[in-house]
């Protein structure tokens, strides 16, 4: 079973930047599109952004032009660069596969306030 492990987050004010990382076991991310989701505090988790094995990123529109996803296959990491951050981008923030779901990691805390 693939495992994966978010990490990078942390506390940051408002037009601040963070890079968050996703560790995976496999060799997934070189045969799978995968991605970012998060959940902010009262809310389901939603999904933010998806790279594919073509190297094509898509991003939702509420992240569009300050996040941008990318992936390191040799070392099996994607990564999601989170710039301009907003206090609505507060959240846990997971990664997966888009497609067929493996079991959620722990996630990674973003909080964004002033």
């Known amino acids: 079973q693939v495992q994966f492990v978010e990490s990078g987050g942390g506390l940051v004010q408002p037009g601040g930047s963070l890079r968050l990382s996703c560790a995976a076991s496999?060799?997934?991310?070189?045969?799978?599109?995968i991605g970012w989701y998060r959940q902010a505090p009262g809310k389901q988790r939603e999904w933010v952004a998806t790279?594919?094995?073509?190297?094509?990123?898509n991003l939702s529109n509420s992240v569009k032009g300050r996040f941008t996803i990318s992936v390191d296959n040799v070392k099996n990491t994607m990564y999601l660069q989170m710039n301009n951050l907003k206090p609505e981008d507060t959240a846990v923030y997971y990664c997966?596969?888009?497609?067929?779901?493996?079991?959620w990691g722990q996630g990674t805390q973003v909080t964004v306030s002033s």
């Open positions: 997966n596969s888009i497609h067929n779901k493996f079991e």
């Open positions: 496999g060799s997934i991310f070189r045969r799978s599109a």
């Open positions: 790279i594919t094995s073509g190297n094509t990123s």
